[in-house]
């Protein structure tokens, strides 16, 4: 499978680190397709997620080559980033996921940034869903109800997500709020993408001004209820995503039960990773909420 932005990624780092990866990653049979994550730690072991396996680097990437990579990423305005980077995280081209920490910084006792970048985890999407059929089939063709979709991390959301989108959006008029620029790069005339926007006031703008038939937000959190909301009283349809291992377990996530009950979310969608590929579950919400009401016999 193709996964984009890797060149330009890769070309970003000291040469030395750049030679060390590309050596690693010519000798493997899938090629650079394999690669999952880049991981880099300032003065210590830098590692690849290659196909599911750490393998780590012998260069050993400097404070200074850190904050060059940092710089780069942001084209030199990191300040225009500052944001993003105090949320652990930045854009990057592909919808390559920048994973940013280093030494927090606060003011009044409010969190404004970090200095001294000492990791950096760089994870790579997709750019096709390997279980893509399975996934429409179960979705179906019609979108009427809320659905929040969900795995453990890394295993594959925001890939099905991307996939949902192209299909949904050629059927229905569909709002993308990309607050993590999950979405940068991707394939999808069809949708009206806010890239960037916190999740209020992007779904704010797009009820108020693109007249959506379906909204879709990565990476649901607690802080996000009140901004859905305002979505369910317009009687449309949100797609979403949340980590979570099992149905039982989102059920205790703050927010999550909540929009449940006020009737956001109608379907959990599971994605697991086994020994012989994907397995996808779907259930009803209503289902899980009458097996709690049962008295225990």
Not at 14 to 21: K, N, T
Not at 69 to 93: N, V
Not at 240 to 269: D, F, Q, R, Y
Request: hydrophobic share 35%; glycine share 12%.
């Amino acid at each position: 499978m193709e996964k984009r932005g890797i060149d330009k990624l890769l070309s970003l780092f000291p040469r030395g680190l750049y030679w060390e990866i590309n050596t690693i990653l010519g000798s493997r049979n899938g090629g650079k397709e394999g690669l999952d994550e880049v991981r880099l730690i300032a003065n210590g072991k830098s590692s690849l997620v290659y196909q599911r396996e750490n393998l780590y680097l012998s260069y050993k990437i400097s404070d200074v080559e850190m904050e060059k990579i940092l710089s780069d990423i942001c084209s030199g305005a990191t300040y225009a980033y500052r944001d993003s980077i105090k949320q652990g995280f930045l854009p990057f081209e592909g919808g390559i996921r920048v994973g940013v920490s280093g030494t927090a910084r606060y003011d009044g006792g409010a969190l404004v940034g970090i200095s001294h970048p000492r990791s950096m985890v760089f994870r790579l999407p997709l750019s096709r869903c390997d279980f893509e059929e399975r996934l429409f089939r179960l979705f179906g063709n019609e979108v009427k109800e809320g659905t929040l979709i969900y795995s453990p991390p890394g295993v594959g959301k925001t890939t099905a997500l991307r996939a949902l989108a192209g299909k949904i959006s050629k059927m229905k008029r569909l709002c993308i709020i990309d607050e993590r620029g999950e979405f940068s790069g991707a394939d999808l005339p069809y949708a009206c993408v806010l890239s960037g926007y916190e999740k209020a006031l992007g779904i704010e703008i797009a009820l108020r001004t693109h007249s959506p038939e379906v909204i879709m937000v990565d990476e649901l959190g607690a802080a996000d209820t009140g901004a859905l909301s305002a979505v369910i009283l317009g009687g449309i349809p949100v797609i979403a995503t949340a980590h979570g291992g099992s149905a039982e377990e989102l059920l205790k996530k703050p927010g999550v039960s909540e929009l449940i009950s006020l009737g956001a979310l109608k379907n959990l969608l599971g994605i697991k990773k086994t020994k012989n590929g994907y397995k996808l579950t779907k259930v009803k919400t209503s289902s899980i909420e009458n097996a709690k009401k049962r008295p225990e016999l």
